[in-house]
């Protein structure tokens, strides 16, 4: 069972109203550069399998996220699913995007 819980809706909140930020005149962004703040092609594990001879989940997605904020550091005892700690821990470190 994957739990759902409210850090998953002030997350959606968070990227939501950031990319409203862009639409403010301050910004200073034209709005044909407006845009996705994590444009990826999948989300995992709501986008379905697009490959039946690759059942792997497409981790797009996070990726894209962890191009801009790093990947997780430290303990990972905090996620639940075992395949994903395994996961993070298969990838190379990344240091998060200065975002000024």
């Known amino acids: 069972e994957i739990r759902y819980t409210a850090a998953i809706d002030v997350w959606s909140f968070a990227c ?5 930020l862009t639409m403010l005149p301050e910004a200073r962004v034209d709005r044909r550069d407006r845009g ?10 709501l986008s379905p399998v697009e ?3 690759n059942p792997e ?5 996070l990726n ?4 801009v904020l790093g990947t997780p ?3 990972l005892g905090w996620i639940e699913l075992p395949e994903m ?3 993070l821990h298969s990838l190379s470190p990344l240091p998060p995007t200065p975002l000024a």
């Open 16 to 20: 939501i109203f950031a990319e409203l």
């Open 36 to 45: 996705a703040l994590f444009p990826g092609r999948s989300c995992l594990p």
């Open 51 to 53: 490959d039946d001879a």
């Open 57 to 61: 989940p497409n981790l797009d997605q």
């Open 64 to 67: 894209v996220i962890f191009s």
């Open 73 to 75: 550091q430290g303990p």
């Open 85 to 87: 700690r395994d996961y």
